[in-house]
C-alpha cells in the first residue's frame, strides 16, 4: 500500500476545508428559506417549552439527515 506524499494530503485537507467553508456560507445565506421547511419540526423531535426556558433536541431529525448522509457517502465511494 503506498502513502500518498505529505503535500498531497495537505492538499486535500485544504480543499475539503474550503468545500466545507462555501457550503457553510451558502447554508447561512439560504437560512431564512431553509427555517421554513418542517425538517425541523418531524413528530419524534423534543420540545419542552417552559416560561423562561426552552430545549430543543430534533432526535429524529438527526436520524434522517444521518441517514441521508449515510446512503449520499455510501453511492460516492462505489
Known sequence: ???PAPG???AR????LIVLGALLVVIGL????????????LPGDIVIDR???RF???ITTLLLLS???T????LLRR
Not at 485537507?13 to 475539503?16: A, D, G, Q, S
Not at 439560504?30 to 419540526?41: E, I, K, Q, S, T
Open 71 to 74: 446512503l449520499i457517502s455510501w
Open 13 to 16: 485537507v485544504n480543499r475539503l
Open 56 to 58: 430543543f433536541f430534533p
Open 67 to 69: 441517514a441521508l448522509l
Open 1 to 3: 500500500m503506498s502513502v
Open 30 to 41: 439560504a437560512w431564512p428559506w431553509v427555517r421554513r421547511w418542517p425538517l425541523f419540526h
Open 51 to 53: 416560561p423562561g426556558f
Open 8 to 10: 498531497a494530503t495537505i
